[in-house]
């Protein structure tokens, strides 16, 4: 069986040195290793990219200390108007059902049922923020989804 030297000495008396055979061996061999993606590699990415995110959400939140005010006052703002439209809903919903004329309180529970629908993209991300921060990623795009008007 002919060494990895031989075929190194063949190859470079074709290409002219040994120093080139040598170069186009590593090459190959570099190229063939990148070809091969293990587990561990994909683990070691993912890892990565991780904490890559979490070093960026920190970041971000020092360089924006200076609006920790701002953001807990919208924040708390988007939250009560969405939970007002929803206490607003049950309290018409259940009134429907003692009075004479249903219509008019089951017609205004459906209307401010679907204002509150559009805004609970917007309420997901608020608490996905104060709550679940490590694992944005994947509320920050069903999110915006929702609040993007997408159908799932």
């Known amino acids: 069986m002919l060494g990895f030297g031989v075929i190194g000495e063949t190859v470079g008396k074709l290409f002219g040195t040994d120093k080139a055979a040598a170069a186009l061996i590593d090459n ?85 049922a679907e204002y509150a629908e559009t805004m609970k993209g917007a309420v997901m991300l608020i608490l996905a923020f104060y709550f679940a921060s490590p694992y944005m990623g994947g509320v920050v795009n069903a999110a915006l989804d929702k609040f993007g008007g997408k159908k799932q």
């Open 28 to 112: 190959v061999s570099r190229g063939l290793d990148k070809l091969i993606y293990t587990d561990e590699e994909k683990a070691d990415a993912k890892a990565d990219s991780m904490t890559e995110a979490r070093k960026m959400i920190i970041n971000w939140l020092e360089a924006t200390s200076g609006q920790h005010l701002a953001r807990r006052l919208l924040a708390i703002m988007i939250t009560v108007v969405w939970l007002m439209q929803y206490v607003f809903m049950i309290a018409m919903s259940t009134m429907a059902v003692w009075v004479e004329n249903p219509v008019p309180f089951v017609t205004s529970a459906n209307v401010v």
